[in-house]
């Protein structure tokens, strides 16, 4: 009778292989190391390849990290406001396939930038455009009233600075 080694090494005697993937015959009994066949990893080499890496055509006129992070150091129950919104965006972004992750950009810090999924989102989502219709402005406003203009010319500023780099790429 063959012996097939399990996980950790444990064998399943007189049991069928095919009720088993992952699991190979183990041809030395004395010999009782787990014997798992390698992974094609095919699945995961397909999906980077199919992904696109283009530079992103979404211009940006703020620096969404810059301000959020400042709001986040002056106020802490900011995020108590803005976390729940941009989960909401997230969910929204998976249930449309849209996924921020993949827009290519020169800075590291934008890669995944929730601009990046807003964007998209004002695209394929109906719900969304509703919802930002109603939450949009309110939520700039109360970003906006806890910066001074100085931090908002700066965001500008800093957004410009990555275009114009992405420009020159």
């Known amino acids: 009778m063959d012996m097939i080694t399990g996980r950790y090494g444990k064998t399943l005697e007189g049991r069928p292989k095919e009720k088993y993937p992952g699991i190979e ?12 066949r390698p992974g094609n990893g095919l699945r995961h080499r397909k999906k980077k390849e199919t992904m696109t890496r283009e530079l992103s055509p979404v211009v940006c006129r703020n620096c969404a990290l810059l301000l959020v992070r400042r709001c986040y150091g002056k106020h802490w129950w900011f995020r ?33 930038c929730v601009r ?24 700039r406003t109360m ?25 020159k790429d």
């Open 80 to 112: 108590l406001v803005r976390e729940p919104l941009v989960c909401g965006m997230r969910i929204l972004a998976r249930w449309n396939g849209i996924d921020a992750r993949r827009h290519a950009v020169t800075n590291p810090e934008c890669h995944g």
């Open 25 to 36: 015959m183990n041809t030395d009994p004395t010999d009782s190391a787990p014997r798992h």
């Open 116 to 139: 990046f999924m807003k964007s998209e989102l004002e695209e394929k989502s109906p719900a969304f455009r509703f919802l930002n219709e109603q939450i949009g402005p309110w939520f």
């Open 143 to 167: 970003r906006d009233s806890m910066l001074t203009q100085a931090e908002l010319d700066e965001a500008k500023r800093h957004a410009r600075e990555m275009m114009e780099s992405k420009g």
